[in-house]
């Protein structure tokens, strides 16, 4: 797959519509890799013109600063806006909503101001576009799917259809968990969560929201944050229904069925 | 006694208004010990929600039956104290129901409304006792609210249905009297539910009578007064705290968390020293430690919470057996703020008491189990922000006391070194496209 850096576009002198802000996990962590790669599959496909900060992209500070250290946040997001101002950087788009929700909201008063996107609402003007066409048959016809809100998204950021709208199209059966859109449950992993053990408790936040995911009899959880991801496919490998049930990422459902 | 009723009655209402008004001055001098270095802009959004959030209680209605009953209570405190304004006219001039000649045939009518209402309260104030004390509800049977929270639940549950049955025995004494002594009992017409008192009052003698009506309406008065000069102790504070908490309530997106500008200069200045002014103080503290430290908006939320527990069973650790509960964590800020207005009050300023809200009064592993999901802050009706304190003292916690578990410390290194919150080579950022 070729993906083009900020850096190679400004040599050829081009500049790309949108900068795709891939992510730590997206970058790194083997399954969001998968995530990554199925969204740069659309974006190829419908021919948007994009590039990647690659090397120079850093963590946002999502992280550090929601378990205290704003220190580390300031610095982080003082480089990144450095790079992404000096390209000249416009509409960024992310497959990530702590990355999403950081850029958005947090790095304005820091002088990073840019419009954007979270992938799901960009799949869904492109699919009210007709830009997304999908393959005959539909592969996901019938399907049993829900849904998992990500906190950063839906509550944090009040994106809650944009994800749904673009399952529609996959005339699948779409079914909601019992804690879902502004009452949704979290899967664990939000402020810093991700990186550390659990506090001590009756059980595990990811492993309490796997059981209402199985409870919806779905097939497919769809999620939309490569965090939910793994707390959602560790969840339900604990219930021990990992070959019922699938953790798939909007992105993967698209691409898996277009054209 | 007619010439001195009304002396004694300005004496009461003096006092418990006197009393109301040095308690509520504390209280808002112990809000303003917090930080002010937010600006509250666009009114009129502002407003909006005082409208939704406080007035039209839109949040509530997530569970329709019981914001239904809720909104009994709230429309009969609100619409029975008009009948309050007559009760203290009387009262201060040694009239009897003064607004009778004025609206003549219509005074029933209001006092009939006044009654369903009345009697409305009577009935949710039981359900709710119910719910309180026999159902298993989860967030109200928590082991948060054990102790005086829970007395003072039940309490402000009984003081109504109390306000509320002395309304109608003086509203039914009052109606026996008509037909003995029409003088000083005008004739008002039947009111809907206290009517049906009157049967059981006409054994009694016109003495007897006087007594339970004047008796039941001077009960009543003091009644209401004594809850006013309660509320400041109790939770039921969030009948007046309400609407400014809605007021002032976050604007912009859930997910945006402060800035710490101060910090966000050290690392400008770090990063391009050109930019540093000469005479720059390094900021003194970092987050906070005990509530000087906080906005003054999170103190008047702990003030404002009335310990539902809609936050907490809502939150992902408390629902799966963590420690933390954002309840608790508000109801731990508004016992600190109590304790250092008690210290203010004795001591003119604040004398050091060797505690702080941080440790003494929320403790490390509640803090460290938030997900920072947001669940708390949506659900409560009012939108306060468990959320917002949680943060200030996880900021304190890195900041000040490098108190971090080792695999943050481990992450935080990462970012730093790595660009990452995992240990891989910035060098390898690409890969994913490279391989197949």
């Not at chain 2, 101060?262 to 503290?285: F, G, I, W």
Request: aromatic share 10%; with cysteine.
């Amino acid at each position: 797959m070729k993906v083009n850096t900020m850096a190679e576009m400004m040599a050829s002198g081009t500049m790309p519509e949108y900068l795709f802000w891939v992510g730590c996990a997206g970058s790194f962590d083997q399954r969001a890799q998968k995530i990554t790669k199925a969204f740069a599959l659309i974006l190829d496909k419908v021919g948007i013109s994009y590039a990647v900060l690659g090397k120079e992209e850093a963590c946002t500070g999502d992280p550090a600063r929601r378990a205290g250290n704003e220190f580390l946040f300031q610095m982080m997001a003082y480089q990144n806006i450095q790079v992404m101002n000096a390209y000249g950087v416009k509409k960024i788009i992310t497959t990530c909503p702590h990355c999403f929700n950081t850029i958005k909201n947090e790095y304005p008063e820091l002088g990073g101001n840019y419009e954007v996107i979270h992938h799901t609402t960009l799949l869904q003007s492109l699919i009210n576009e007709g830009k997304i066409v999908l393959k005959e048959g539909g592969v996901f016809k019938g399907k049993k799917i829900s849904y998992h809100d990500s906190c950063y998204l839906g509550r944090a950021n009040n994106i809650y259809e944009a994800p749904r709208k673009v399952l529609e199209i996959l005339d699948a059966e779409l079914i909601e968990m019992k804690r879902c859109r502004s009452n949704g449950l979290c899967c664990g992993a939000g402020g810093a969560q991700m990186f550390k053990e659990e506090e001590a408790g009756t059980t595990r936040i990811n492993i309490e929201r796997a059981e209402e995911a199985v409870a919806t009899g779905a097939q497919i959880i769809a999620s939309a944050c490569p965090f939910c991801n793994t707390m959602m496919t560790d969840g339900i490998k604990n219930k021990e229904k990992e070959n019922e049930m699938a953790v798939l990422d909007i992105a993967e459902l698209i691409a898996e069925s277009m054209a | 006694m007619e010439m001195l009723a009304p002396l004694i009655f300005i004496a009461l209402l003096a006092t418990a208004g006197f009393l109301f008004y040095k308690k509520a001055s504390l209280i808002k001098k112990t809000i303003l010990l917090g930080k002010s270095e937010i600006q509250y802009n666009d009114s009129a959004r502002r407003w909006k929600q005082v409208l939704l959030l406080a007035f039209g209680q839109k949040k509530m209605f997530k569970n329709p039956l019981v914001a239904f009953l809720h909104l009994i209570i709230y429309a009969g405190f609100v619409i029975i104290n008009i009948e309050v304004l007559e009760i203290i006219i009387d009262g201060l001039t040694g009239k009897h129901r003064v607004f009778l000649p004025y609206i003549g045939n219509y005074y029933s009518f209001f006092i009939n409304v006044f009654e369903l209402l009345a009697f409305g309260v009577t009935v949710v104030c039981i359900v709710f006792l119910v719910r309180r004390n026999v159902l298993y509800i989860k967030r109200l049977a928590s082991n948060d609210l054990a102790g005086w929270p829970k007395t003072d639940a039940n309490l402000i549950l009984v003081v109504e249905i109390v306000l509320m049955t002395l309304f109608f025995l003086m509203n039914a004494a009052d109606q026996t009297l008509q037909g003995i002594d029409p003088t000083h009992y005008p004739a008002t017409g039947s009111f809907i539910i206290s009517s049906n008192l009157v049967p059981l009052l006409n054994q009694f003698s016109p003495t007897t009578l006087m007594i339970i009506e004047r008796g039941a309406w001077w009960l009543h008065i003091i009644g209401i007064l004594a809850f006013l000069n309660y509320l400041p102790y109790s939770k039921h504070l969030h009948i007046i705290l309400a609407f400014p908490t809605a007021y002032y309530s976050a604007l912009e997106p859930a997910g945006k968390m402060k800035n710490m500008p101060s910090v966000q200069n050290e690392v400008l200045y770090a990063m391009d020293p050109s930019k540093a002014p000469t005479d720059a103080a390094p900021p003194t503290t970092f987050g906070a430690k005990d509530i000087f430290d906080l906005n003054w908006k999170s103190l008047m939320e702990a003030y404002s919470c009335t310990e539902c527990g809609r936050c907490s069973a809502a939150c992902p650790a408390t629902t799966t057996g963590k420690l933390l509960s954002p309840r608790k964590i508000m109801m731990a800020t508004r016992d600190r703020l109590e304790v250092v207005a008690q210290n203010i009050q004795k001591n003119t300023n604040f004398v050091d008491d060797q505690k702080t809200l941080l440790h003494d009064y929320i403790s490390v592993e509640e803090l460290r189990a938030c997900t920072t999901c947001n669940a708390c802050v949506e659900a409560c009706p009012v939108s306060l922000s468990p959320l917002d304190i949680i943060m200030e003292l996880r900021r304190s916690l890195i900041m000040e006391e490098s108190n971090a578990p080792s695999e943050w410390n481990n992450t935080f290194s990462n970012i730093e070194n790595n660009f990452a919150p995992w240990k891989f080579s910035p060098e390898d950022r690409e890969n994913w496209a490279k391989e197949n």
